[in-house]
């Protein structure tokens, strides 16, 4: 029991270092994204592998249900690594960001790679969705974007994915779901009262908390009269595996497939 206890030791010290995250979203990932110093294979990114090994995890169920003659959004790209592997399923793809220092490291680091660009948006806001892609529909590609938003905020997201998708496209959503609270996730990642890894403690200082994003979290944002849910899963979140010599670089995640349904259809 003590030694389950203890790793609440650590709380005092999490608060003190998330006091000055910023409350704004925008800012807090424009912050973040402008205090990165490396992506890679020795990233300052928590939740960067370094390693195209997660998106291999989810190729069969992609080839399953994305439409390869659309174009593929790349819903919170982050430096663009998901957005450049995701060129072996569409011809072009679009990675969008909330921060505008997210989107200017992605164009630098894609430099070269063909199919792929970048623009900065918030697609929590309305009307966020049109013109993205032109008029034709899309499909969607998310990965660690809805656990950090506020409820409002996925609904909102949701929507607007809804008008991306049209009725040709397909949404594919990878999320984390770890079931424990704040100071577990920390500790799965190897934060102790002794140390943080660097990339966590970077996300703990300049990130709002993030929450978990499984089935129920969905049922709420996925009204049945417009989505229809195709497929859905247990997944596995790969994060930066300097995070602790033992090796839990990895989350609990939950993937999902959807469709968008007419919601005007049998009316």
Same mark, same amino acid.
């Given at each position: 029991?003590?030694?389950?206890?203890?790793?609440?030791?650590?709380?005092?010290?999490?608060?003190?270092?998330?006091?000055?995250?910023?409350?704004?979203?925008?800012?807090?990932?424009?912050?973040?994204?402008?205090?990165?110093?490396?992506?890679?294979?020795?990233?300052?990114?928590?939740?960067?592998?370094?390693?195209?090994?997660?998106?291999?995890?989810?190729?069969?169920?992609?080839?399953?249900?994305?439409?390869?003659?659309?174009?593929?959004?790349?819903?919170?790209?982050?430096?663009?690594?998901?957005?450049?592997?995701?060129?072996?399923?569409?011809?072009?793809?679009?990675?969008?960001?909330?921060?505008?220092? !997210?989107?200017?490291?992605?164009?630098?680091?894609?430099?070269?790679?063909? %199919?792929?660009?970048?623009?900065?948006?918030?697609?929590?806001?309305?009307? !966020?969705?049109?013109?993205?892609?032109?008029?034709?529909?899309?499909?969607?590609?998310? *990965?660690?974007?809805?656990?950090?938003?506020?409820?409002?905020?996925?609904?909102?997201?949701?929507?607007?994915?809804?008008?991306?998708? %049209?009725?040709?496209?397909?949404?594919?959503?990878?999320?984390?779901?770890?079931? %424990?609270?704040?100071?577990?996730?920390?500790?799965?990642?190897?934060?102790?009262?002794?140390?943080?890894?660097?990339?966590?403690?970077?996300?703990?200082?300049?990130?709002?908390?993030? %929450?978990?994003?499984?089935?129920?979290?969905?049922?709420?944002?996925?009204?049945?009269?417009?989505?229809?849910?195709?497929?859905?899963?247990?997944?596995?979140?790969?994060?930066?595996?300097?995070?602790?010599?033992?090796?839990?670089?990895?989350?609990?995640?939950?993937? !999902?497939?959807?469709?968008?349904?007419?919601?005007?259809?049998? *009316?």
């Amino acid at each position: 029991m003590l030694a389950a206890l203890r790793k609440y030791l650590i709380l005092p010290k999490l608060i003190r270092l998330s006091w000055s995250a910023p409350k704004n979203r925008t800012m807090a990932w424009d912050r973040y994204w402008a205090g990165i110093a490396r992506t890679g294979a020795r990233s300052d990114v928590l939740w960067d592998s370094g390693t195209d090994h997660e998106l291999l995890g989810y190729r069969d169920v992609l080839q399953r249900h994305f439409d390869p003659s659309l174009p593929v959004v790349d819903v919170g790209c982050g430096h663009g690594a998901f957005s450049r592997a995701l060129t072996a399923f569409s011809p072009q793809v679009l990675g969008v960001d909330v921060s505008a220092n !997210a989107v200017a490291r992605a164009r630098d680091e894609s430099a070269g790679v063909e %199919g792929v660009s970048y623009l900065a948006r918030d697609m929590t806001e309305p009307g !966020a969705a049109s013109g993205l892609v032109g008029s034709t529909d899309a499909n969607v590609f998310v *990965r660690g974007v809805l656990h950090v938003l506020t409820p409002a905020d996925q609904a909102a997201l949701m929507e607007n994915l809804r008008q991306l998708v %049209g009725a040709r496209g397909t949404v594919f959503l990878a999320e984390t779901n770890f079931q %424990g609270n704040p100071v577990e996730y920390v500790a799965h990642l190897g934060a102790s009262l002794r140390s943080i890894p660097a990339p966590l403690e970077l996300a703990i200082r300049t990130l709002p908390m993030p %929450g978990h994003f499984g089935p129920q979290e969905l049922a709420r944002v996925m009204p049945r009269d417009r989505w229809t849910l195709v497929e859905d899963g247990a997944a596995t979140i790969e994060t930066n595996p300097l995070m602790d010599a033992g090796g839990n670089s990895r989350i609990p995640g939950y993937f !999902a497939v959807l469709k968008a349904k007419d919601p005007d259809a049998g *009316r």
